[in-house]
Nanobody, 115 residues
Framework: QVQLVESGGGLVQAGGSLRLSCVAS????????MGWYRQAPGKQREFVAT???????VYNDAVKGRFTISRDNAENTVYLQMNSLRLEDTAVYYC?????????WGQGTQVTVSS
């Protein structure tokens, strides 16, 4: 059973930066398709950024140029560097791992951007 644990969330002023981490455990090998989603209050969960099964990084247009996803394959860890944060980035950020046919989710970490 794969478990995902996120960390790095918090309160930051608009224009600031945060770095989220997600560590995966319980997998027999490296997990290629790991990424980030977020859910703001009253809204549906949305895609933020991910590595695909072939290792490409894909971003939501709303975060392109501000967020960067990276990984440490040896540690099964994925990171999300978030710069130039905006009020609308406030959400719970969830890590997701895809090992077909299973999809795994972390518990989420809160990111709050204040003015």
């Amino acid at each position: 059973q794969v478990q995902l644990v996120e960390s790095g969330g918090g309160l930051v002023q608009a224009g600031g930066s945060l770095r989220l981490s997600c560590v995966a455990s319980g997998s027999d090998g490296s997990i290629n398709a790991m990424g980030w989603y977020r859910q703001a209050p009253g809204k549906q969960r949305e895609f933020v950024a991910t590595f695909t099964t072939v290792g490409s990084a894909v971003y939501n247009d709303a975060v392109k140029g501000r967020f960067t996803i990276s990984r440490d394959n040896a540690e099964n860890t994925v990171y999300l560097q978030m710069n130039s944060l905006r009020l609308e980035d406030t959400a719970v950020y969830y890590c997701r791992a895809l090992l077909p046919p299973q999809i795994y989710w972390g518990q989420g970490t809160q990111v709050t951007v204040s003015s």
